[in-house]
């Protein structure tokens, strides 16, 4: 699973707190039905300028959608964004 090799790394992880991330959850959940869905996740992805292809953001969006239900709830978020 998780490789804690890395002390930098380490640090971030504990700063990066679930409240914060439902906080940002609802940004990127623009129509609040709480789920994001492919067009709010490009929204997101096109806002911080990751500078991917349609593709590469289906695969990501794919890779963080667990249960693969089309849509990213807020635990899929969290455990996207404390892993990644
Ligand atoms: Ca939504
Ligand atoms: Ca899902």
């Known amino acids: 699973m998780f490789q804690y090799d890395k002390g930098d790394e380490?640090?971030?992880r504990h700063t990066a707190d679930v409240?914060?991330?439902q906080k940002e959850f609802i940004v990127v959940d623009r129509d609040r039905d709480g789920l994001v869905d492919f067009d709010e996740f490009k929204e997101l992805l096109n806002g911080l300028e990751a500078g991917?292809?349609?593709e590469e953001m289906q695969i990501g969006f794919r890779e963080i959608d667990l249960n693969g239900?089309?849509?990213i709830d807020c635990e899929e978020f969290v455990s996207w964004w404390s892993s990644d």
């Open 10 to 12: 380490m640090a971030y």
């Open 19 to 21: 409240g914060e991330l």
């Open 69 to 71: 239900d089309g849509r």
């Open 52 to 54: 991917m292809s349609e």
